[in-house]
């Protein structure tokens, strides 16, 4: 069984995959791009791309399958908890552990570890229940987890209307002259490698603040804010600027720190209750190696 739904395109609408996520708030944009091109959406009968520009009059037809069994085992993995209600659940994600399932990660990620603790919402699909944003296997820090379909809604639209908090603290390569600055480049996948991202002229708009919170000689450690939210923002971004993340496997040089992967946490997270609209700012220590590193360097300057 399929559940249908419809809707006739107007002047406001555009973008398929983009329209199809306004009229109907419980499918994100990226949760209709897998509709379409899971060939479940039709537009006066036809098969379209996720790009296509709808005309006024179209008619569009979604059907959404009947959700499957969630295939995914709950694992007994310890949780760093930082604030947990029953809406809404902030975890200190540690570095090596990816985020949902995936052909090459299928089990022991944190979505099977939340699964063993809580209920999740189901927005996401299948293999990313609960996940509102998500953070690289190798960086650490905190992430905001939906328990139920509302709050899911509530903090995805936060992340759309650029209004939570999202602060990042990374060790780079280089000494910064600057103490602070924005980065405005365009990301969108590498044309010379399909495993990275890079800077591209067709990319998708992306903009981080950074400010400098220590040199450390032939580093920098810096604090960098994300205005949007794109595939290794942070990584591209400052490779972009020629101060590449110490320990960055795909982007950082080769001469470089070793850590457990690339310095970088996510320190700081904000957002406002899905229930009671409060502003709710979380705070994460930095991991161990990082510490440690810093500490490193701090005595090799002196």
Same mark, same amino acid.
């Given at each position: ?10 002047? @406001? ?45 179209? @008619? ?22 930082? $604030?947990?209600? @029953? !809406? &809404? ?5 540690? *570095? ?17 570890? =939340?699964? %063993? ?20 296997? !190798? ?25 939570? /908090?999202?602060? $990042? ?6 000494? #910064? ?9 365009? /990301? ?8 990275? *991202?890079?800077?591209?002229? !067709?990319?998708?708009?992306? &903009? +981080? ?9 032939? $580093?920098?450690? &810096?604090?960098?804010?994300?205005? +949007? ?10 490779? $972009? ?20 992967? *690339? %310095? =970088? ?10 229930? +009671? ?5 979380? !705070? ?8 440690? +590193? #810093? ?8």
């Amino acid at each position: 069984m399929k559940n249908k739904l419809e809707f006739c395109a107007t002047e @406001n609408d555009k973008r398929l995959d983009k329209s199809i996520a306004n009229h109907f708030n419980d499918i994100s944009r990226s949760r209709a791009k897998n509709l379409i091109e899971e060939q479940m959406v039709k537009v006066n009968d036809e098969l379209k791309k996720p790009k296509y520009d709808l005309k006024q009059g179209d @008619n569009v037809v979604i059907n959404i399958p009947e959700p499957k069994t969630l295939d995914l085992e709950p694992e007994n993995i310890p949780l760093d908890i930082v $604030y947990e209600d @029953n !809406d &809404v659940l902030v975890v200190n994600k540690p *570095q090596g552990m990816v985020v949902h399932p995936s052909p090459g990660h299928p089990d022991h990620t944190l979505v099977n570890a =939340l699964l %063993f603790h809580t209920p999740l919402s189901n927005i996401n699909g299948t293999f990313r229940p609960g996940i509102v944003h998500r953070i690289d296997k !190798d960086t650490s820090g905190l992430l905001m987890i939906a328990k139920n379909n509302d709050a899911h809604k509530s903090l995805s639209e936060q992340l759309k209307a650029k209004s939570n /908090i999202r602060e $990042y603290v990374a060790l780079v390569h280089g000494n #910064i002259k600057e103490d602070k600055g924005k980065i405005d480049a365009p /990301i969108g996948r590498s044309k010379k490698d399909r495993k990275k *991202q890079a800077i591209v002229d !067709d990319g998708k708009h992306a &903009v +981080t603040h950074f400010k400098v919170l220590e040199r450390l000689g032939e $580093y920098t450690l &810096v604090s960098c804010v994300l205005e +949007t939210g794109r595939t290794h923002q942070i990584r591209v971004h400052m490779k $972009y600027i020629g101060h590449p993340l110490v320990g960055d496997p795909l982007y950082g040089p080769r001469k470089t720190i070793k850590g457990n992967g *690339q %310095f =970088l946490h996510a320190a700081k997270l904000g957002f406002k209750h899905p229930k +009671t609209s409060k502003l709710m700012v979380f !705070d994460a220590p930095l991991p161990k190696v990082f510490k440690q +590193t #810093i500490n490193n360097l701090r005595n090799s300057i002196k």
